[in-house]
Every structure is written in C-alpha cells, then in structure tokens.
C-alpha cells in the first residue's frame, strides 16, 4: 500500500479534518499529513493544490484522492479491517452508519453558535431556537447511543467507531463553550478527551504549527 497523506485544514479549527484524522490514528495507519492555514487570504488557492473539492480534509493513497470526512472514514474503515472501525452487530452498525451522516449532514444550528476553537474557553453564549434543538439532538444521540450499544466500553457504541470520530468535534465544542450535560454524556465527553489520539491533536492545535507559507508537511503523522 502507497504511504497515505490526509490534507487537513488549522487543527484549532478545523473539525471537518479532526474526523479522519481521528480515525486514521485508531487505526493504527501510518500516514502523512499536510496542514494548510485556514482564515487567510490564500488558503482557498492553497487548497485547491491538493482537493478537488476545494475543501479539507482530503485524503490521498497513491493516484487515490478521497474527500468529505465521512468518505475517509469509510475508506480507512475499509483500508484495516482489523480495527473495526463500525460495529459488528448489524443492527449497531447501522444505528451507527446512522448518526454519523447524521452529523456530516446536520447541525448547522449548532456548527453556526459554537464553532470549533480548541484554544478558547469561554460562558455559552445565547442560542437560538435551531441550535440549542441541536445541542438537546446531540445528547439524546449520546445517550441513546450509550444506553443501546455502550456496554462494550465507554464509547457510542462500546469501543472506537466511526461515530466517535464523528462527534469528537462536538465533545470539544461543548467544552469551548461550557455547554451543559447530563452525567451520560459527560463521561462519554470524557472518555473522548481522554483518547491518547484526541490529546495528541488538541496539544497541537494549541501550538503554531503552520509555517510562513501557511502549510506544513508532517511525516510519520500517525502510528506504525
């Protein structure tokens, strides 16, 4: 297999990139990474070296290019088996297919009142009708999601999956903007702040980390 490379976009920001990311390094699949700056006057141009789509994340694998986070996950899912990226049991699986288009396709309530920004920390801000059924969205997911299928595990859906990659963005959402919850979903945004992979992307995202030109290229971006 050709040596993988994920384009992301700035991690402080960048949740769309954070989901693949995620996935690649439960994984376990080595892989480079390219980060281009977000928010500059040159970062659409810089994208449209890499992405057709003219968005981050992208994913490459030899003449391979693969973009939308959820797209990558699936492939990676596909890409080591072994990992079991999705639930076996049929009916988790598809439960689990579920909320995770779910998420890539909704929530623009939410993704509008609370952006993503792992170097801020500040009181929830007033929410509009559309994103606080967002947020109450989000947590009926998680607890149904653990209720139905957690056992396994402190994850959505008992161990690592997809989902999680899915909704890790929002776990860090909630923290920026102290938005509360009930006990299930607090110790699910634990355990997700707790994945050696999540404190590895939020250290970074909290350092520089993209150079003059606005991109960096990082080797060896994820585990052997």
């Known amino acids: ?3 993988l490379t994920l384009v992301i976009g700035t991690k402080r920001y ?16 080595a892989f480079d990474e390219v980060e281009i700056a977000l928010r ?27 973009w939308e986070s959820l797209a990558i996950c699936e492939y990676v899912a596909e890409l080591a088996p072994a990992a079991r ?7 988790a699986r598809a439960v689990a ?4 288009a779910e998420m890539a396709a909704g929530f623009a309530g939410l993704r509008r009142a609370l952006p993503m920004d792992l170097d801020l920390s500040v009181p929830t801000p007033p929410l509009s009708a559309d994103a606080a059924a967002d947020v109450a969205r989000v947590l ?6 653990r209720h139905r299928f957690g056992a396994g595990g402190p994850f959505l859906f008992g161990r690592f999956s997809v989902a999680d990659a899915m909704y890790a963005p929002v776990v860090t ?7 509360a919850v009930d006990t299930v979903s607090a110790a699910y945004m634990a355990a997700v ?32």
Not at 17 to 29: C, D, F, I, K
Not at 44 to 52: C, G, W
Not at 85 to 91: I, K
Not at 97 to 100: K, L, T
Request: aromatic share 6%.
């Open 85 to 91: 990226l999705w639930p076996e049991a049929r009916d």
């Open 173 to 179: 959402r909630f923290d920026t903007y102290s938005v």
């Open 1 to 3: 297999m050709d040596r």
């Open 97 to 100: 297919r579920a909320v995770s």
């Open 140 to 145: 009926e997911v998680w607890n149904d999601c």
């Open 193 to 224: 702040r707790e994945l050696p992979a999540m404190a590895e992307w939020t250290a970074a995202a909290r350092r520089p980390s993209v150079d003059e030109a606005g991109v960096e290229i990082v080797a060896g971006g994820a585990g052997v």
């Open 14 to 29: 960048s949740s769309w990139s954070l989901r693949p990311w995620l996935a690649l390094r439960q994984a376990g699949l």
């Open 40 to 66: 500059r006057p040159d970062t659409k141009a810089q994208i449209l070296r890499h992405s057709p789509s003219g968005k981050v994340p992208l994913l490459v694998d030899g003449g391979l290019r693969v």
